[in-house]
């Protein structure tokens, strides 16, 4: 079955870390962009980073540059976000998604893991 | 970074009817090089994540239904649902992919009348 799953979510303080996963399965991994989206509670959709297929190239949104590192194994099928310096204003569900780019549409997305960053 | 406004916030429309949601880009996203605009549609069910509905602002993804029709060029968008089913009550989003940031629209949320 072609899917993402993500994990890896929880409960940080804020100026915390956290780092989550996103085990692809049922396609070529390697022959793709993946990204991680959010979507903060009652709220819409923010694309905050996204990696070329061999990890070579990163993009990130202006709002998490220096605090997050989007990684990738392709030998695991795995992609990952690494959250440092959580705010907040991170509190969203994180969404793992195929890019059907370079940078493009998404066509395949994971459930969502939640992070919620709260003293 | 391109900014997507999508209008209304939300519509209701009695089953069976048209439904018409609207997105603008606060600059073009059609590349001239291949006369391709660069936008796609998505459909959000409640406690789901998102899935694409339209590319390159008028082709449907496989498996969507006909009912489902995306138009427009240049900075302006529509989605069309020409015929509402009970099923189609959802948040929809727009999203350009012309230049990074990817960037969507803040959503409409559809529901029956």
């Known amino acids: 079955e072609v899917q993402l799953v993500e994990s890896g979510g929880g409960l940080v303080q804020p100026g915390g870390s956290l780092r989550l996963s996103c085990a692809a399965s049922?396609?070529?991994?390697?022959?793709?962009?993946m990204s991680w989206v959010r979507q903060a509670p009652g709220k819409g959709l923010e694309c905050v980073a996204n990696?070329?297929?061999?990890?070579?190239?990163?993009y990130y949104v202006d709002s998490v540059k220096g605090r997050f590192t989007i990684s990738r194994d392709n030998a695991k099928n795995s992609l990952y976000l690494q959250m440092n310096s959580l705010r907040a204003e991170d509190t969203a569900v994180y969404y793992c998604?195929?890019?059907?780019?370079?940078?493009?549409?998404?066509?395949?997305w994971g459930r969502g893991t939640l992070v919620t960053v709260s003293s | 970074d391109i900014v997507m406004t999508q209008s209304p916030d939300s519509l209701a429309v009695s089953l069976g009817e048209r439904a018409t949601i609207n997105c603008k880009s606060s600059?073009?996203?059609?590349?001239?090089?291949?006369?391709?605009?660069?936008l796609a549609w998505y459909q959000q069910k409640p406690g789901q994540p998102p899935e694409l509905l339209i590319y390159?602002?008028?082709t449907r993804e496989s498996g969507v239904p006909d009912r489902f029709s995306g138009s427009g060029s240049g900075t302006d968008f529509t989605l069309t649902i020409s015929s509402l089913q009970a099923e189609d009550v959802a948040v929809y989003y727009c999203?350009?992919?012309?230049?990074?940031?990817?960037?969507f629209g803040g959503g409409t949320k559809v529901e029956i009348k």
């Open positions: 999203q350009q992919y012309y230049s990074p940031p990817l960037t």
């Open positions: 998604a195929r890019d059907r780019g370079p940078q493009g549409y998404f066509d395949l």
């Open positions: 390159w602002a008028s």
């Open positions: 990696i070329w297929q061999d990890g070579s190239e990163k």
């Open positions: 600059q073009s996203v059609l590349y001239s090089s291949n006369n391709k605009d660069y």
């Open positions: 049922g396609f070529t991994f390697s022959s793709y962009w």
